[in-house]
């Protein structure tokens, strides 16, 4: 198997890696996400770059490129700006979701728009009640009315609704438990529709909210592909979701690996280096080794998944390896800086709260290890 990049994905890479220094060195982005602001510049030079339409045929208004190509992106940005990474993840869903499923004239109302960053989506699945248990918890319904629909219900931790001009949100339609799901299509300016920010623990350059719907009035156009085909739906995200999030969890472990190894070298106790001290190499080398393990099967599945060829239970282990290595890492990276780590105005304190999203998001690593534990070791199905 042959992990080396193409000529294309290393200009991406190294263009990625400079447009981010350039626009958003290290000082900035953690002065924005003090500010907890989303970096409108950063977003912008990204969509000049093509980011935005990695994996969106030019066809259709993209740049090309497939799931390879985005989880260098992510990797990049976690590592970096991971607010923007994190920002990527719920746009690389909407695109896929539009690709996928949309019809020609939802296709070409939002593909192209995205693509070039003039529209924002949010994606409102999670909701009060619960969202491992997706199908259990969810009591946001859709009823006909007319030609159309009435939307009604609460959406609980949403990404970006502050700041998206349109939402995909998953309503119960029918009774049937899983072929009664619908996907909707929305402008945040629908009357009837409220977002109401939380406040969080971290990726605080991405808002993060609450998001009520009370008799929302919907055009048949709304529903995305077919009416009771959204659970359906959403399995089909899952696998492009847990690779993003294995990409962007590897980035935020290896920031957190660069940031304590420079400052092993630099911060001196007893007359040397602490990075002498073996209790700090350890640890050092051990973190960086479960990202770097992690980043391997990332890559796995991300072929894989480019391919055509099965890749459920690749990006699995790969989204539940780079979770625990990013808490391994951002953990180590901690200890490492001691009282540096506690500074607000470095970013070790940064990645330590950022990398907690991807222990239960879009899946909880309990959840990825019950399907690994049956469809891989072959055990019992657990729930
Ligand atoms: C910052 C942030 C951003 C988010 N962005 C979005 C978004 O954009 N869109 C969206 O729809 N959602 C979003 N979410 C929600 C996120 O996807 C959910 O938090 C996640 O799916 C877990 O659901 P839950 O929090 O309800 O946990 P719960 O479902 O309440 O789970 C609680 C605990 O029970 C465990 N558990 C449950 N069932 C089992 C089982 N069968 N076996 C073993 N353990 C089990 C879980 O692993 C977990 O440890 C976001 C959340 C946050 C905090």
């Known amino acids: 198997m042959d992990f080396a990049l193409d000529e294309g994905q290393?200009?991406?890479?190294?263009?990625?890696?400079?447009?981010?220094?350039?626009?958003?060195?290290?000082?900035?982005?953690?002065?924005?996400?003090?500010?907890?602001?989303?970096?409108?510049?950063?977003?912008?030079?990204?969509?000049?770059?093509?980011?935005?339409?990695?994996?969106?045929?030019?066809?259709?208004?993209?740049?090309?490129?497939?799931?390879?190509?985005?989880?260098?992106?992510?990797?990049?940005?976690?590592?970096?700006?991971?607010?923007?990474?994190?920002f990527l993840v719920v746009h690389y869903i909407a695109m896929h979701l539009l690709l996928d499923f949309g019809?020609?004239?939802?296709?070409?109302?939002?593909?192209?728009?995205?693509?070039?960053?003039?529209?924002?989506?949010?994606?409102?699945?999670?909701?009060?009640?619960?969202?491992?248990?997706?199908?259990?918890?969810?009591?946001?319904?859709?009823?006909?009315?007319?030609?159309?629909?009435?939307?009604?219900?609460?959406?609980?931790?949403?990404?970006?609704?502050?700041?998206?001009?349109?939402l995909i949100?998953?309503?119960?339609?029918?009774?049937?438990?899983?072929?009664?799901?619908?996907?909707?299509?929305?402008?945040?300016?629908?009357?009837?529709?409220?977002?109401?920010?939380?406040?969080?623990?971290?990726?605080h350059g991405y808002d993060t909210n609450e998001v009520a719907f009370e008799e929302v009035e919907l055009p048949r156009a709304a529903v995305l592909g077919a009416a009771n085909?959204?659970?359906?739906?959403?399995l089909a995200t899952l696998n492009a979701e847990r690779l993003h999030a294995a990409a962007v969890a590897t980035g935020i472990g290896r920031g957190a690996c660069q940031v304590a190894v420079a400052h092993a070298k630099s911060r001196a106790a007893f007359g040397r280096p602490i990075g002498q001290f073996q209790a700090v190499q350890h640890r050092l080398v051990r973190a960086s080794l479960a990202v770097e393990a992690a980043w391997l099967l990332t890559l796995r599945a991300a072929g894989d998944a480019a391919a055509g060829r099965p890749a459920e239970l690749n990006t699995s282990m790969a989204k539940l390896a780079a979770a625990e290595a990013a808490v391994q890492a951002t953990q180590a990276g901690m200890e490492t800086l001691a009282g540096a780590g506690f500074d607000l105005d470095l970013p070790m304190q940064r990645y330590f709260r950022d990398a907690r999203l991807y222990v239960f998001a879009p899946i909880t690593n309990d959840m990825v290890a019950n399907f690994l534990g049956e469809r891989w070791l072959g055990l019992p199905r657990s729930f």
């Open 103 to 166: 019809n020609p004239a939802q296709r070409q109302a939002h593909l192209p728009a995205l693509c070039r960053g003039e529209r924002k989506f949010s994606f409102c699945l999670t909701e009060p009640g619960g969202g491992t248990d997706v199908l259990g918890a969810i009591r946001t319904s859709a009823r006909r009315q007319g030609e159309g629909w009435r939307l009604n219900g609460t959406k609980q931790w949403i990404s970006g609704a502050g700041i998206a001009d349109q």
């Open 229 to 234: 085909a959204g659970f359906q739906q959403v």
């Open 169 to 203: 949100v998953l309503a119960r339609t029918a009774e049937h438990r899983t072929r009664g799901l619908t996907m909707f299509l929305l402008p945040k300016a629908s009357p009837g529709l409220r977002v109401a920010e939380r406040a969080t623990l971290g990726i």
């Open 10 to 86: 290393r200009l991406l890479l190294d263009a990625l890696e400079g447009t981010v220094k350039r626009v958003s060195p290290p000082e900035r982005v953690q002065r924005l996400d003090n500010l907890s602001a989303f970096d409108a510049d950063l977003h912008r030079a990204i969509a000049d770059l093509g980011v935005l339409g990695l994996g969106v045929p030019e066809a259709d208004g993209g740049s090309g490129g497939g799931p390879l190509e985005q989880i260098l992106a992510l990797e990049v940005l976690g590592r970096t700006a991971t607010s923007m990474a994190v």
